[in-house]
């Protein structure tokens, strides 16, 4: 079967092409044509003639174009459609990992999501589009979106070390996924195993917020928080001092925290309650225990809030200040205990406050 011959094929491309022009033209200037014929002629034929111009030229430039990029434009719009869609998941991906963060503490203000890539409408290109410009705001968009999940990834890394660093200074252990203790031969990688580039970064911040989530856990349960609130002042330190009832030096287990009778005592970490009751010399106690084998002790108090076996969060109201027990005054008597031994309260509140400054 014989081909169309070259001159017809031109040629009605040719036809095909200027009607399609003219078409155009008066779908464009249309609003000008009805203002020419109810008289504004003067006005009108300048932007008229202008218009015309200025159509003249962007029509040559597309005429040439069409020919420059008519073997490889079907190619740039798959290969752009696919990008598209990579787009799409990628972003999604991005939104799942983003509230993941805010649920773990991470704020919004500090990872903030990228905006809704806006889908480029191929079914609207006219066989010129400007596939470059198309191309630059996918790749922008994929630029951004895969800034936010390193971003996220990299404050997680950043805060769970932090909390590490500061527990383990404590004496708290801590044990977190890549901390843990791992060997093998070395292998070649195998490729029928390689996921995606897009799914390994996402699950690579995936891990990066769950070790950030261990991490907080841990925080949770070490007393490094301030167990009042409100109006005080610290008003003795843990360790040796002038002793205000006989005058001579001895030792002080725990910090003071002066403060008006009544004032409400917080648990200074998640635990359980493991007494309430009285003890020498302290009048009026309540003791937590916590998962990390410490023990908070909340002395001198006027009331009890807690009930031995209850579970309790950082910040749970657990008692009232008072005067109970060997006192000279409302304030409440802090300590922290490990194997029924006194250890300096100021260490673990100090670090509490350096990790709320990088926390939040």
């Not at 390689?194 to 799914?199: D, E, F, V």
């Not at 109006?231 to 205000?244: E, K, V």
């Not at 490990?338 to 673990?348: C, R, Y």
Request: charged letters at 20%; aromatic letters at 6%; glycine letters at 10%.
């Amino acid at each position: 079967m014989r081909g169309i011959h070259p001159a017809l094929f031109y040629g009605m491309f040719a036809v095909l092409f200027g009607g399609n022009v003219f078409a155009g033209t008066a779908l464009y200037l249309s609003p000008d044509i009805t203002r020419m014929l109810n008289g504004r002629t003067d006005e009108v034929i300048g932007a008229y003639e202008d218009r015309i111009a200025q159509m003249r030229v962007e029509i040559d430039r597309l005429h040439s174009r069409s020919f420059a990029q008519t073997g490889d434009i079907n190619l740039q719009l798959q290969e752009l459609s696919q990008q598209q869609e990579v787009l799409f998941e990628q972003h999604q991906l991005v939104k799942v990992l983003v509230e993941k963060a805010d649920a773990l503490g991470i704020a919004a203000a500090d990872i903030a999501p990228p905006a809704a890539p806006q889908s480029a409408d191929l079914a609207s290109l006219t066989g010129n589009p400007d596939v470059d410009a198309t191309a630059l705001s996918i790749e922008r968009m994929m630029g951004e979106t895969q800034m936010a999940m390193d971003g996220i990834a990299q404050v997680a890394s950043t805060r769970a070390d932090e909390i590490a660093t500061e527990m383990r200074q404590l004496g708290i252990p801590v044990t977190l996924p890549d901390d843990e203790a791992m060997g093998g031969p070395l292998l070649p990688a195998r490729d029928d195993l390689a996921g995606t580039p897009m799914l390994e970064d996402a699950n690579e911040v995936m891990s990066a917020l769950m070790r950030y989530k261990m991490a907080r856990e841990t925080l949770d349960d070490a007393p490094v928080h301030m167990p009042i609130s409100g109006t005080f002042r610290q008003s003795s330190n843990f360790g040796n001092r002038r002793d205000p009832f006989t005058g001579s030096r001895a030792f002080h287990s725990g910090i003071d925290f002066s403060a008006p009778t009544g004032t409400t005592v917080l648990s200074a970490a998640a635990g359980v309650v493991t007494y309430v009751g009285t003890r020498s010399g302290y009048g009026m106690v309540v003791e937590v225990t916590h998962a990390n084998g410490l023990l908070t002790r909340y002395a001198h108090l006027s009331g009890y809030l807690s009930q031995e076996g209850q579970k309790v969060d950082t910040g749970t109201p657990i008692a009232k200040v008072g005067s109970t027990g060997r006192s000279t005054g409302p304030h409440l008597h802090f300590e922290i205990r490990k194997a029924d031994e006194a250890i300096n309260p100021k260490a673990f509140l100090d670090a509490g406050k350096r990790l709320v400054a990088v926390l939040g």
